[in-house]
């Protein structure tokens, strides 16, 4: 029998923190069937900094009932092409950032996209939990304690936040 010593065991609805964006706790829908991880936004605007270009937006963070925005600012990664579950292709804008997921914070990419017809405003792509060396429960729901942003410090990108 193989054992999974290294990896975090995860429920398929998590709460997660997003320090690099300033917001300590979102509940995530974890989604292995998903290769890209999403970021409900809305009023995205590209613009320059430094000689790099900079995404700004409207995190969606409460939910559905209680309704909540956070301003964010990241780097811009790159445009995807994303085909979604129904069929539906879009480019959306990708924005990298920590995520903390209980005792653990590392970089993860998410692409800014509507998800206001959606029950949860973040979704954990495959890529997300592979990085974090995760494993899912399929039968648990928040294995995981809610995370303390506070304890991470967004470190550079490519060094361990």
């Not at 790099?52 to 409460?62: K, L, M, N, P």
């Not at 939990?129 to 648990?140: A, K, R, S, W, Y």
């Amino acid at each position: 029998m193989k054992t999974f010593d290294h990896l975090n065991v995860i429920g398929l609805r998590e709460w997660i923190g997003l320090p690099g964006l300033g917001i300590d706790q979102i509940m995530a829908k974890i989604d292995s069937g998903a290769k890209t991880s999403a970021l409900h936004a809305s009023d995205i605007e590209t613009f320059e900094r430094n000689d790099q270009t900079w995404v700004r937006f409207h995190a969606h963070v409460g939910s559905l009932k209680k309704q909540r925005k956070q301003l964010c600012e990241a780097p811009l990664i790159e445009y995807k092409t994303i085909k979604s579950s129904n069929g539906h292709i879009q480019e959306r804008h990708v924005i990298r950032t920590p995520l903390v997921l209980g005792d653990r914070c590392w970089w993860v990419d998410f692409t800014l996209t509507c998800r206001k017809s959606m029950r949860y405003r973040v979704l954990m792509g495959c890529t997300a939990m592979l990085e974090g060396q995760l494993v899912i429960d399929p039968g648990t729901r928040f294995v995981q304690d809610k995370p303390q942003t506070n304890l991470f410090t967004p470190k550079p990108e490519g060094s361990t936040p």
